[in-house]
């Protein structure tokens, strides 16, 4: 290989743990004939739900196997109010509801509900880039992902999971065990294979230096580039080298996604509340000088 020629290569991050592991803990974990009959009857008996479900999932260019998500939320049932009060189809409750502007009473609203649906999986999907741990954080909040990650110091799902609430680890098998049953559930590992990845750029030498991947998060103008640089310890250069157009969105849009490797993005989320809180003390200071 000659001095100076670099080669883009996709490895697979393996931290610590076998490919068999990995197929072993992460798998549908029912494949019994009565489960997928279970589940496709369900399916075949609210065909104008689910038809409309997929029909709003594509159009957002989301999978259609989140239809498996209401199916297991809910059995498609949009009158249904949950003990602790998730409500619909989408087992919305009020707080996650009114974050996207669907009111209490049109969480059962079965148009509303999913496009509303569609627009939140849409979010944590850049997030977390796979759909196992958006059916995770769908069921117990992001805050309860980030803690987990950071306990677990992984944000792999398999090696987190055990940070999780019980309901959360047994809600995601049941969305697995429902996408063996819709023929789906290869693409749904498959694609959280392909969140593992990590590029590596190699030079001449051999030697390897390893870009972590990036994810998103939406933040609004009340952020202040510099102190979220801060409370993460890293360089604002660093982080605008990241988030290029960041600031001119924020002043100009109101709103855009922050971009952070994968390994940073749960401190930021465990951090947003107290890094927003600082950056509007500091503005209203600036303000009254």
């Known amino acids: 290989m000659k001095t100076g020629f670099k080669i883009l290569l996709t490895v697979i991050f393996t931290a ?7 197929s072993q803990f992460l798998n549908a974990s029912d494949t019994s004939e ?35 998500l209401a199916l297991i939320e809910s059995n498609f049932n ?7 009060g998730a409500v619909g189809v989408w087992q919305f409750m009020t707080a996650h509801a009114n974050q996207y502007g669907l009111t209490e009473a049109q969480r059962n609203d079965l ?18 880039n796979n759909w196992v741990t958006v059916v995770a954080a769908y069921n117990c909040g992001e805050g309860n992902i980030a803690k987990a ?39 749904v590992l498959t694609d959280y ?4 990845m990590k590029k590596v750029f190699l030079d001449g030498s051999g030697s390897g230096k390893t870009i972590s991947s990036l994810t998103e998060a939406e933040i609004n103008a009340g952020f202040n580039l510099k102190i979220v640089a801060e409370e993460l310890k890293i360089e604002y250069s660093q982080l605008t080298e990241w988030n290029p157009e960041l600031e001119r969105q924020l002043q100009e849009e109101g709103d855009g996604f ?5 390994d940073l993005m749960p401190d930021f989320l465990l951090k947003k509340n107290k890094i927003l809180g600082r950056s ?10």
């Not at 997928?36 to 029909?55: A, D, G, L, P, T």
């Not at 949009?78 to 602790?84: E, F, G, L």
């Not at 990650?149 to 799902?157: E, F, I, K, L, P």
């Not at 680890?169 to 063996?180: D, G, I, Q, R, S």
């Open 193 to 196: 294979n392909n969140s593992r």
């Open 78 to 84: 949009r009158n249904i109010t949950s003990s602790v």
């Open 34 to 68: 009565s489960s997928v009959r279970k589940y496709q009857n369900i399916i075949s008996s609210n065909k104008e739900i689910v038809e409309f479900i997929e029909y709003s999932m594509v159009e957002k260019g989301l999978p259609r196997h989140l239809r498996n």
């Open 149 to 187: 990650m950071r306990n677990a110091g992984s944000t792999q799902y398999h090696v987190f999971a055990k940070y999780l609430p019980a309901e959360t680890v047994n809600h995601v098998k049941k969305y697995l065990n429902a996408c063996f049953a819709t023929g789906e559930l290869n693409s």
């Open 258 to 262: 922050l971009r952070l490797p994968i």
């Open 16 to 22: 610590g743990f076998s490919q068999s592991g990995f």
């Open 280 to 289: 509007v003390r500091e503005s209203s200071k600036n303000s009254s000088n």
């Open 111 to 128: 148009y509303r509900s999913t496009k509303t649906a569609a627009i939140s999986l849409s979010d944590l999907y850049r997030k977390y």
